[in-house]
């Protein structure tokens, strides 16, 4: 069956950096665009953070990460990775990547997705 793990989550101070992965396995990865998602505490959506086209020729971000955030993948590895740098406060959620065939900032359009991985940043 398909999975999605996410790993790199933890605690960091405001400034810090963190690198996220997403592995994939039991689908064919290369056709797939991956997205990043994340909840934050109390809010009932996820929000969209970033996506990545199948090949990797075209990244989409939200304006809040912009600059901040990189999305890339490697097709080899069935990976998919987020370097995280100047983190904020605000930016404290659980991270989600999920797995879609076309490229969607909307999270219902997704087809498959991770557990998620906490991400917390310290003031």
């Known amino acids: 069956q398909v999975q999605l793990v996410e790993s790199g989550g933890g605690w960091v101070q405001a400034g810090g950096s963190l690198r996220l992965s997403c592995a994939a396995s039991?689908?064919?990865?290369?056709?797939?665009?991956i997205g990043w998602f994340r909840q934050a505490p109390g809010k009932e959506q996820r929000e969209f953070v970033a996506?990545?086209?199948?090949?990797?020729?075209?990244?989409y971000y939200a304006d809040s990460v912009k600059d901040r955030f990189t999305i890339s993948r490697d097709n080899a590895k069935n990976t998919v990775y987020l370097q995280m740098n100047s983190l904020k406060p605000e930016d404290t959620a659980v991270y989600y990547c999920?797995?879609?065939?076309?490229?969607?900032?909307?999270?219902?359009?997704?087809?498959?997705w991770g557990q998620g991985t906490q991400v917390t940043v310290s003031s």
């Open positions: 039991g689908l064919t990865f290369s056709k797939y665009v």
């Open positions: 999920a797995a879609n065939l076309g490229i969607s900032r909307t999270s219902y359009n997704y087809d498959y």
């Open positions: 996506a990545i086209s199948r090949s990797a020729s075209s990244t």
